[in-house]
């Protein structure tokens, strides 16, 4: 029979194999019997029946091949943990890395300048899976809103507002302003999962305009303008 090398058997094989030697062996085969019955070395044999002696049918289960979690990674964990800390908290631009989002660019050259590590934008990639940081489109934030006044508004006015519109059978519209414009953003950058990022934005831009409202219980009216002149 071809001798058998185990290293090129998929676990499972590798697995049938090593009974099979502690099957023949414990009726009574000699290694030699067993060598021509399998295919395996005599040392192969031999150090089959030596780990099960040892650590009995447990110890024959193949071992995950490849490098063990953690093993050979360039950042330590506090080094991990500070860069998370990093993307959470900042943005490039605030560190000035010249980019309002974090990509995978960025984070490389932030770990280069911190900690002098040059790492590939495969290994980045997979740090960030890791970290639970995936690339998502930024959420838009007016740079004017103050929520301090947004907040005081909800709490306080708008209930007298509502009390108001109830006594008087009136309704409530909510008003925007929104438009088309050729300056839409589409960049993403990475961020804690389903926490996407925020990025400020200009409130005025050039752009056809949209004033449009909506009542509580979904009723909505529109004017779309340009220039100061009504269109529609």
């Not at 961020?191 to 752009?207: L, S, T, Y």
């Not at 220039?227 to 529609?232: A, H, Q």
């Given at each position: 029979?071809?001798?058998?090398?185990?290293?090129?058997?998929?676990?499972?094989?590798?697995?049938?194999?090593?009974?099979?030697?502690?099957?023949?062996?414990?009726?009574?085969?000699?290694?030699?019997?067993?060598?021509?019955?399998?295919?395996?070395?005599?040392?192969?044999?031999?150090?089959?029946?030596?780990?099960?002696?040892?650590?009995?049918?447990?110890?024959?289960?193949?071992?995950?091949?490849?490098?063990?979690?953690?093993?050979?990674?360039?950042?330590?964990?506090?080094?991990?943990?500070?860069?998370?800390?990093?993307?959470?908290?900042?943005?490039?631009?605030q560190l000035k890395l010249g980019e309002s989002l974090w990509t995978r660019e960025s984070i490389c050259d932030y770990i280069k300048?911190?900690?002098?590590?040059?790492?590939?934008?495969?290994?980045?990639?997979?740090?960030?899976?890791?970290?639970?940081?995936?690339?998502?489109?930024?959420?838009?934030?007016?740079?004017?809103?103050?929520?301090?006044?947004?907040?005081?508004?909800?709490?306080?006015?708008?209930?007298?507002?509502?009390?108001?519109?109830?006594?008087?059978?009136?309704?409530?519209?909510?008003?925007?302003?929104?438009?088309?414009?050729?300056?839409?953003?589409?960049?993403?950058?990475?961020?804690?999962?389903?926490?996407?990022?925020?990025?400020?934005?200009?409130?005025?831009?050039?752009?056809i305009n949209m004033l449009s409202a909506i009542t509580n219980q979904g009723k909505v009216r529109f004017m779309i303008f340009k220039?100061?002149?009504?269109?529609?």
């Open positions: 029979m071809e001798k058998i090398n185990l290293r090129n058997l998929k676990p499972e094989a590798v697995h049938e194999l090593r009974k099979q030697v502690v099957r023949q062996k414990e009726q009574g085969a000699t290694n030699l019997q067993v060598v021509k019955n399998t295919g395996l070395s005599k040392d192969a044999v031999s150090r089959i029946w030596r780990k099960f002696k040892t650590g009995g049918l447990e110890s024959l289960k193949p071992k995950k091949r490849g490098r063990k979690k953690g093993e050979q990674e360039k950042l330590t964990k506090e080094q991990q943990s500070q860069i998370r800390k990093t993307i959470i908290d900042k943005t490039p631009d300048r911190k900690y002098g590590i040059i790492l590939t934008l495969r290994s980045i990639s997979n740090y960030l899976k890791a970290w639970g940081l995936t690339c998502q489109r930024p959420t838009k934030r007016a740079i004017v809103q103050d929520d301090v006044k947004l907040r005081a508004f909800m709490e306080k006015e708008y209930p007298a507002i509502a009390k108001r519109a109830k006594n008087e059978k009136a309704v409530i519209y909510w008003g925007d302003e929104t438009g088309l414009s050729n300056q839409e953003y589409y960049q993403r950058g990475f961020a804690p999962k389903g926490k996407p990022p925020v990025i400020g934005v200009q409130v005025k831009r050039e752009r220039d100061g002149s009504s269109l529609y």
